[in-house]
């Protein structure tokens, strides 16, 4: 058997494992493994009747059908021709995913001033040209722009100095 | 029509009432603030629908957190002027750089850019502009005459009813997306499965929450469109080289000559007409309406010859179109609680945050609100038009703007926005999973629009079909039998509809349609 389509054998592959997964979850595991293992391994959530639903039932039909779909792409993978997928770029997925993190663990501890400053500089990073005075200027720029609009014009509670600071220049 | 007409004036006397606005500490007594929300929508909107690489969904996701502390009206005003002046953006994205800002704008793209090289850039975009104001005006007034009707006919609607409806709503939108049939439903159901994540209301039992606290009110609807539109997006523009040819020196006078002028009426009246009927469809809107717009008047125009050689027709029809599109697809929205595509899903998450439950019931609960919405709509047409046609020049001097600029800074207000929902750092952490999640989908050939459309219908569908089996005591029938004659329609056309675009004559044509659009 020849996979024509790379495409569809993963996107089969990937909503086939959702499926299953949110059907494992709202059921919990099936009663031989608890057996094997010796205790509740997920326990899962009532099925219900059909007159009345319980929290796994609707979850449970949507995980089948999710998973017979899959199945259906899967199987289209070998009948008909289909393109590769295409390259996965990791160095903008890793930065950008990593600087909206950055910003998101650092606001609390060190501030808004800190944290912006930082996913500025990181996710720059992952395009294609990093110039230092350029995301300098970029960085402080921003920073003030956020201080203005978010802290002070929409009055969203962010600290903008880090905690250590006991007296914030900035108020 | 003197109840539209009553209607309208209730809507009016809201969008310019005054009202004390305290800001910065000083309270100010009147104000005309759902007006300048208007104003500051339709701004902000075609700011950031101008700028390359963002569409009008990424758009408002963005700006959706700048809204959560305005009033109901002014947060859905405001809103509204985003989408309209994104949608705006993308046309003149589409003209000066060939790049459409949004696949409604794609058709746009054919002929508004060929006439951009031959120097007539400046009434390409006015036309656009002359004709979006008239199929704005006048879907306006479409959306006051059929909302009230729709919506006492909605009102009588039961669970299995709106059940099915939904049914019919997810199927229509997923017919008109790109690419596979089989993977945009599983996206829904996806979407679906991602929306019942949480506390379920009827048990209280925490659902797929894997002992995180944060997921007990459910995954947030911000975090996930800005995650799967916004984040996806920056990563599959930084995967691009840099390279845009625009026509900044040859705008030239704006005003279309007396030909012009004659050439564009035919074709704003029909692009008007075919946009509204077809921006009603559940499943339709702007998109539909401009690709049919185009198809339609390359038939019946006597200049067919020059399409696609930078033919006024093909910037006049399908962007009068698709801004009648764009308004009646509110028509669902408003009157049955069903969003016809992403950013019509965005809306509803945004009436959710402020507290009103979309469906037939808000306009006889809140007049107010309903109408004041139905003229701010026609209010931020006639701001585009005085607004854009003198700034176009500013706007074209933000096309030059390099994305490496850019794209810092859209993510820090995404992930600032994200971040003050619930002021916890997970959010942020969420966005980033679905940016992943949103990227890995697209390489895959899976579109996430659809994803967005089940998100947001996932509670409200458990729900109805709990409470309809719940009457029917268990009965799976209830859909399909006689004595629910809407609800078995509903099902029917959505079968239908599948069946249709499964057949492999029309399965063919849809994709030739498609690809043309890429």
Known sequence: MKIKSQQDLWAGLMFIAFGLFFILFAMGTPEFLDKL?????????????SVRMGPAYFPVVLGGLLA???????LDSVVSEGPEVPKFHFRPLIWIGLSS??????????????????????????????????????SVVLV???????????????????????????? | MEGIFGNLAIGFVEVFKLQPVTMWGMTLQHVPFNIIMCLIGCLLGTLIGVLPGIGPVATIAMLLPVTFNLSPIAALIMLAGIYYGAQYGGSTTAILVNIPGESSSVVTCLDGYQMARQGRAGPALATAAIGSFFAGCVSTLVVAMFAPPLAEVALKFG?????????LGLVAAVVLAHGSLIKAIAMVILGLLLGLVGTDVNSGVLRFAFGISELADGIGFVTVAMGMFGICEIIANLEQKESREIFTSSVGKL?????????????????????????????????????????LEKKVSKYSHEFGKGAIEGVAAPESANNAGAQTSFIPLLTLG???NAVMALMIGAMMIQGIAPGPQVMTERPQLFWGMICSMWVGNLMLVILNLPLIGMWIKLLTVPYRYLYPSILLFMAIGVFSISNQPFDCFLMAVFGLLGYVCVKLGCEPAPLILGFILGPL??????????????????????????????????????????????RKKREEVFVEET
Not at chain 1, 37 to 49: A, E, F, H, K, N
Not at chain 1, 102 to 115: E, R
Not at chain 2, 159 to 167: D, I, N, R, T
């Open chain 1, 37 to 49: 293992v010796g205790t509740r391994l997920i326990p899962g959530y009532q099925m219900g009747s």
């Open chain 1, 68 to 74: 017979v779909l899959g199945l259906l792409v899967l």
């Open chain 1, 101 to 138: 993190l950055a910003f998101a663990y650092l606001l609390k501890p060190l501030g808004l001033v800190l944290a912006s400053a930082a996913l500025v500089f990181v996710s720059a990073y992952g395009g294609h040209e990093f110039k230092w005075k350029e995301v300098a200027i970029m």
């Open chain 1, 144 to 171: 003030i722009f956020s201080v203005l609009v978010f802290v002070k014009g929409l009055a969203l509670p962010f600290p903008i100095c880090p905690d250590f600071i006991e007296v914030c220049p900035i108020r």
């Open chain 2, 159 to 167: 669970p299995a009813e709106y059940f099915s409806l939904m049914v």
């Open chain 2, 255 to 295: 005003m279309p000559s007396k030909e012009d002028w004659k050439r564009m009426i035919m074709p704003i009246l029909r692009g008007t007409a075919l946009g509204s009927a077809l921006g009603i469809l559940p499943g339709g809107g702007a998109l539909l309406a401009s690709f049919g717009a185009y198809t």
């Open chain 2, 338 to 340: 069903i969003p016809s």
């Open chain 2, 461 to 506: 569908m458990e729900e109805n079909l709990r409470r309809a089996m719940l009457l029917s005591r268990g009965d799976p029938w209830v859909f399909i039998s006689p004595s629910k004659p809407i609800s078995m329609g509903f099902l029917i056309a959505s079968v239908a509809l599948l069946v249709i675009i499964a057949a492999p004559s029309l």
